[in-house]
């Protein structure tokens, strides 16, 4: 099971990014999938979740109307758009695999997070 993330880099308050994940050794179509971050000095936190078929997705209320997750299961893809950026949303990127039940995200502690992609906002 892997996990590459890509798109990170810098940009302005207010600007935009579109972070991409390439997952691959897991049948991709039969799990939800999330994005996690990590900002500095802080723990990781959930950014966004969408179910297999992209009929539910979840935001945390700090991105809330400002980021859009979608996921391509014939590419085996997730992305992420990120609009409106804020210095808050400085931080690494993950993406994972998780199980959606209850109305909430749970990442498989087995799996390994990959390398990540740094986002920093600032002027």
């Known amino acids: 099971v892997q996990f590459v993330e890509s798109g990170g880099g810098s940009v302005q308050p207010g600007g935009s990014l579109r972070l991409s994940c390439a997952a691959s050794g897991f049948p991709f179509s039969t799990y939800a999938m999330s994005w996690y971050r990590k900002p500095p000095g802080k723990a990781r936190e959930l950014v966004a979740g969408i179910t297999s078929f992209s009929d539910s997705t979840q935001y945390a209320d700090s991105v809330q109307g400002r980021f859009t997750i979608s996921r391509d299961n014939a590419k085996n893809t997730l992305s992420l758009q990120m609009s409106s950026l804020r210095p808050e949303d400085t931080a690494v990127y993950y993406c994972?695999?998780?199980?959606?039940?209850?109305?909430?995200?749970?990442?498989?502690?087995?799996?390994?997070w990959g390398q990540g992609t740094q986002v920093t906002v600032s002027s």
């Open positions: 994972i695999r998780t199980q959606y039940y209850g109305g909430n995200y749970y990442y498989l502690p087995s799996d390994s």
